[in-house]
């Protein structure tokens, strides 16, 4: 398993398209590309933070670049970002994490 670490700074008048964006493809990701889930985040100093977990790096990056029926949902996205972090690729050393809802 791994966990891959985004970062974003996002226009505050997009923010609602970014979320619906991100939401689709997160959805995508675990119903086709084997993604463990993703939560997203938001500092005070509006940067987006979000991570998901994969069942290896293999899926995660078998996901990148894959043009299908939710292109729209990349271009929702992307119009929202001002600036981007390239993300990062974690691999869990000692998990205390509590699998809990929000």
């Known amino acids: 398993m791994v966990t891959?670490?985004?970062r974003w700074e996002i226009n505050p008048a997009h923010e609602k398209v970014f979320k619906e964006g991100w939401t689709e493809?997160?959805?995508r990701n675990i119903e086709k590309y084997g993604?463990?889930?993703?939560r997203l985040h938001k500092t005070k100093d509006n940067q987006w933070v979000s991570y998901s977990q994969w069942i290896s790096e293999e899926h995660y990056l078998k996901a990148q670049g894959l043009e299908d029926k939710?292109?729209?949902a990349?271009?929702?996205?992307?119009t929202a970002i001002i600036s981007s972090?390239?993300?990062l690729v974690l691999v869990p050393v000692l998990d205390h994490l509590i699998g809990t809802k929000i």
Not at 35 to 38: I, M, P, Q, R, T
Not at 74 to 78: E, Q, T, Y
Request: proline share 5%; aromatic share 4%.
């Open 70 to 72: 939710h292109e729209g």
């Open 4 to 6: 891959v670490l985004f």
């Open 74 to 78: 990349r271009v929702k996205m992307l």
């Open 25 to 27: 493809l997160v959805q």
């Open 35 to 38: 993604a463990l889930g993703s």
């Open 85 to 87: 972090a390239q993300p």
